[in-house]
């Protein structure tokens, strides 16, 4: 799944490095994703999950597209343009097996299947599902979900061409439930070395993951300031002794959010620091008074290793109250990105 820009970690560049690790097809959320990849040359199969519409179908065709199907909106269309083009076109069916987004209903799956095999140029590919609790070791829900999918499709096996692929293990079904494996698996955030439940992943699972994304910045200027000193707007915080303050050029406008204010911590020459006062649009500051000999040009870490210290997206989570997904989307997004052959 390289959807959202590959998690931050830019869609294109990674394609090409999976590629050359052999994934065997890639995931994206929309159409226009799906076109920039086959307009950076990756020829692998390449799946728009949030699914079509007819004026949308061309593209499908002239990129070489596998549409997820959501409902039948779509097949007379598909199927009208195929045969134009002379062409079979591949599609996989999405159901809602218990996920409550999108997706036809289970119980709708016969009857889309049926018109499928009855129109010309439409052969089905594959169905799906997506889990809603899988990244929940502890959780009946994965299990259930999977055996009602199950328990449908061998209703439909009459529908079922011998080389469909069933697939609907994201990370969470990847890393804590097998028998979703299936034929295939849609793993999102454990590519980029994050597990589906943050910390609890990283402590408990058995696969160790490694971060793929680090965020750095540079210091642009160290400050001494006496005891009882308001730092930046609104004086959120006040220095209780003489202190040191190191500033970065990073702010909300970064991804870097506001409500990381006085919680975040960065890492300067090594340590841990706090941001101290409020986080700006291009600003945030950090008490850096434990740290000896702290310069202009001196490397700031955001996200990721300096010597033995780490912050993880789970940590910046935390103080978000949000999810890893969210933390690596902004910073990815929202920042230049310099890639490290390893
Ligand atoms: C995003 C997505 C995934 C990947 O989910 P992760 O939790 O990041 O592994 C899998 N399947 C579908 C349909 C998705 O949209």
Known sequence: ????????????????????????CFGVAEMAEGIKLREHNIHEPIFIMAGVLPLTITSLFEYKLTPVLVDDTCLQHLSREAVQRSRVISVHVKVDAGMGRQGLLLADLPHILHVIKSLPGIALGGIMAHLPMADDPFSDSTATIFTSFSDQLKKCQKYLPPDLQI????????LYFNQTHCDMIRPGIS??????DGHNGRQQSRVHLQPVMRFSS?????????AGTGLGYG??????????????PVGYE???LRCLSNKAMGLVQGYKVPTVGRISMNLTMFDVTEVDNVCPGDECVLLGQQGHEEITADDIACW???INYEVLCLFGNLNNRVYVEQ
């Open 320 to 322: 978000m109250e949000t």
């Open 254 to 256: 970064d991804g870097y």
């Open 191 to 196: 590519l980029y070395g994050y597990y589906p």
């Open 1 to 24: 799944m390289v959807k959202a820009d590959a998690y931050g970690h830019g869609m294109t560049a990674c394609a090409r490095a999976l590629s050359k690790l052999g994934v065997d």
């Open 235 to 248: 004086h959120i915080f006040t220095t209780q002794r003489p202190s040191k303050i190191a500033i970065i």
């Open 167 to 174: 697939h609907l293990a994201n990370s969470g079904g990847t």
């Open 218 to 226: 540079r210091i642009i200027q160290v400050k001494d300031v006496p």
